[in-house]
Every structure is written in structure tokens, then in C-alpha cells.
């Protein structure tokens, strides 16, 4: 548990600091951090922002590194929480509370959906202070003595932590009128996903905030976070409710409302791509879980019917 303590001495110090120069440190960390970064997952980045923003080398190598160095900064902010609880507004604004703030008045619960852009830890903790129940859901980090911080971090901050096999509890606490936090951008397992349209490719996609919704007829918030390097500020960008359909089709009904979450997150992640997280593997359950006939089916559906060979009435989205 020594990592424990280690990073509680780390938070106790950047509490110490002024905001500006906690702020400046964070930035040469992730700086200083970049050259350690292995070789082959730069590399894996730089492939993905060309694949998906068609810009040359070098500005892919630019938005790869800067998704990166951001990092340091982002852990700062996560070490200061306890000084950040403290004037939270001072740190985050918040557009569109009002409609989690309506929902709340149903009294059933709903979903946050949410990428990994911008200071993801952060939004929680905002959500939490401007009056929001928030059940963050986890995953448990290898190291027993980090998990240990960042659970007592998020908690302090004002969130519910669950870690993502808790299932039952999430629900049991939507039905105490709590907002269940999903992070959906991760790429999941075959078996826990759909085929989406992302970044004009088929993309295997978490289904965890349709298949809730669905199942509880709550509604779902897209929210994202943006990140103001000039003032440090952040703006949390919550969008209208998507309900997802209930019809005899569960799977149709799922899939639909995923590929409307995922092109919104697209969409937030071209107008900021320095702050989506380029140096994961994206798009590994697809290369690995799917037939090129697969993916060659699923894309055709995108197209007109005169482009596929097909009449008015062709067929919908392959399902698998």
C-alpha cells in the first residue's frame, strides 16, 4: 500500500500550491511523461488520429502528444480535490444542469453518458457538488494502493463509487433517484457490444447506457467535458434526454440509441480532439472479433439503396 501513501503526500503538497503554479507543474509532468510513453502505443495513437481526422503526420503526432501530456494536469486537478470541493464553481461551469435537474423531479433515476475527454474525473465530482446524486462507476485499478486513493478521492468530492461489476447496485440506486456515470468510449469485448458508425468506420460500442435505459425507461444525458488552457477553467456541456425505444426489436432498439451516443461523442471529440484519449486501442475488439464480410454488411447499411444494389426498402443494420 505504499502507492497509497504516496499519493496522499502528493495530494497534501498540490493542495499547498497556488492554483496557477499546481497548474503549471501539472503541464511539465505530462510533458516530462511523453518520452516514457512506449514507442508502440505512440505509435498506435498517431495511426488512429490520421485514421480519423485525415490530417498529415504531423499534426496527427501534435494531437497524439498533446492527448497525452494532458494527463498532467488532469492528475493535479484529481490531487487538489480537496481544495477544488471547496469552490468547485471556480472550476467548472455547468451547461444544461437544468435538464438533469428536471429528471430529477421524476423521481426515477436516469444515466450520464460520457467519453474519456476532458477531465472525466472532474465531471463527476461537479456534477456531485452542484447538487446532482452521482453514482460514478468505476473500474478497480491493478494496484490495490492507487485504487484505494481514487476511490477515497471521488468519494470526498461528493460521488457514489461502484465498481462495474455492481450491476444490481447501479440500479438499485437509479431507483433511489440516483444518475448513474457510464464512460462508453472504451472498446468492450464482442459479447458486450454493437457495431456502430464511428469516425466513418464500424466500431464496436459499450451498450451499458441503452440497455439501461431501456430496461427502466429512464432518460440518458450525453455530457461532456471541455478544458480551457487559458484559464484553466473547465465547461461541462450536458445535452438534452435520448430515450431508448421499447419495441418487440431489443437489440434494434439498442443498437439504434448507441449509434445516436456514439456520433454525438464524435462529434464533441472533432471540435477538442487533443482531449480524447487517442492512445487507446479503439478498435481491437473489431480486428480481432469480426469477419471483414461482418464489418463489409454492417457499413453497406449506411449507404443509399442505389449504392448497395438494393431497392427503397433494403435491408437495416446487420445484426450479430
Known sequence: MLSYYLLKCASWLACLLPRGLADQIGWA????????????????????????????????????????????????????????????????????????????????GGIIATAHSGNWELMGGAFAQAGIPLVGVAEQQRDQGADRFMIEMRTLIGMHIT????????????????????????????KDGVLVKF?????????????????????IFPAFMHRDDKTGRHTLIVSPPIYCERTK?????????????????EQHIRKYPEEWFWLHDRWKSVRRGYTKEQIAEFMSSFQPPSQRGEGPKGGGISRH
Not at 450491476?167 to 440506486?173: C, G, S
Not at 437509479?174 to 464482442?190: E, F, R, T, Y
Request: with cysteine; hydrophobic share 40%; proline share 3%.
Open 199 to 219: 469516425f466513418g468506420q464500424a466500431t464496436n460500442y459499450l451498450t451499458g447506457a441503452a440497455s439501461m435505459g431501456r430496461f427502466r425507461t429512464v432518460p
Open 249 to 265: 426489436d431489443k437489440r434494434a432498439d439498442i443498437q439504434r440509441t448507441t449509434q445516436q451516443l456514439a456520433t454525438l461523442t
Open 29 to 108: 509532468v505530462g510533458h516530462l511523461a511523453w518520452p516514457f510513453v512506449t514507442k508502440k502505443r505512440k505509435t498506435l495513437a498517431i495511426t488512429q488520429v490520421k485514421a480519423c481526422l485525415h490530417v498529415d503526420d504531423a499534426e496527427a503526432e501534435r494531437i497524439a502528444k498533446a492527448s497525452g501530456v494532458r494527463f498532467g494536469p488532469m492528475l493535479m486537478e484529481v490531487l487538489r480535490f480537496p481544495v477544488i470541493k471547496r469552490h468547485a464553481e471556480d472550476y467548472v461551469s455547468i451547461q444544461g444542469l437544468e435538464y438533469l435537474q428536471e429528471a430529477l423531479k421524476q423521481g426515477k
Open 163 to 190: 465498481y462495474k461489476s455492481g450491476v444490481r447496485e447501479m440500479f438499485d440506486m437509479m431507483a433511489k433517484n440516483w444518475m448513474i456515470g457510464l464512460i462508453m468510449d472504451q472498446d468492450p469485448s464482442v
